[in-house]
Every structure is written in structure tokens, then in C-alpha cells.
């Protein structure tokens, strides 16, 4: 059974930096193209980055410079590296595999929160 778990949510001041971890079980992650999702309260869940098996990147324009996505096969774990955060990065921040393009596939983990305020 596959299961992916996300962690490193919390909540940050404007400006700040977190880093989300979502750690693979049941499968190997080497095998996806893998990629991270938000919902912000009474919005649809939007694509944030995705990192192919060859390790291209892909961002949404939104945080295209801030946001870093990365894969360490050897511990099947995705990263995203989060700096300069804005009150409006503020949502639920999901790990999905298989990525097609920026569309998820069927896996998804539980969802970590990420809050940016003052």
C-alpha cells in the first residue's frame, strides 16, 4: 500500500522560510515523477512544483524563485524548500504522485499546514 507523509508545516512570519518533507512508504519514489499541491481556504487545490525521475523542475509562476522542490531517492523523500514566504502561500501543502505534467495522479499524503502571518 502506498502511503506518502508530509511534514515541516507550521506557521512562519512574513519573509520567512520552512521545509516541507514528504516521505514515501510502500513503493519507491525513484519510480515517479513526483510534485507538491496547495488549498488555500475557499480556493481549489492548485499545482505548486514538480520534480521528474530525471530530475527536471517545474514550478507554478506563483513561487517560481522562492520555492525549491528536490528528491533524495536513497531516502524516498521529496522535498520543498520554501523561503520569502508570503501571507498568501498560506494553505494545506499536499505531496502527489504520478505527476503527468502538472496534473496529480493517485496518490496523495494527508496534507501538512503552512500559515504565513504576523
Known amino acids: 500500500q502506498v502511503q506518502l507523509v508530509e511534514s515541516g508545516g507550521g506557521l512562519v512570519q512574513p519573509g520567512g522560510s520552512l521545509r516541507l518533507s514528504c516521505a514515501a512508504s510502500g513503493t519507491r519514489i525513484s519510480n515517479y515523477d513526483m510534485g507538491w499541491y496547495r488549498q488555500a481556504p475557499g480556493k481549489q487545490r492548485e499545482f505548486v512544483a514538480a520534480?521528474?525521475?530525471?530530475?527536471?523542475?517545474r514550478y507554478a509562476d506563483s513561487v517560481s524563485g522562492r520555492f525549491t522542490i528536490s528528491r533524495d531517492n536513497a531516502k524516498n523523500t521529496m522535498y520543498l524548500q520554501m523561503n520569502s514566504l508570503k501571507p498568501e502561500d498560506t494553505a494545506v501543502y499536499y505531496c502527489?504522485?504520478?505527476?503527468?505534467?502538472?496534473?496529480?495522479?493517485?496518490?496523495w499524503g494527508q496534507g501538512t499546514q503552512v500559515t504565513v502571518s504576523s
Open positions: 502527489n504522485a504520478p505527476v503527468i505534467q502538472r496534473t496529480p495522479g493517485q496518490y
Open positions: 520534480v521528474t525521475i530525471g530530475g527536471s523542475l
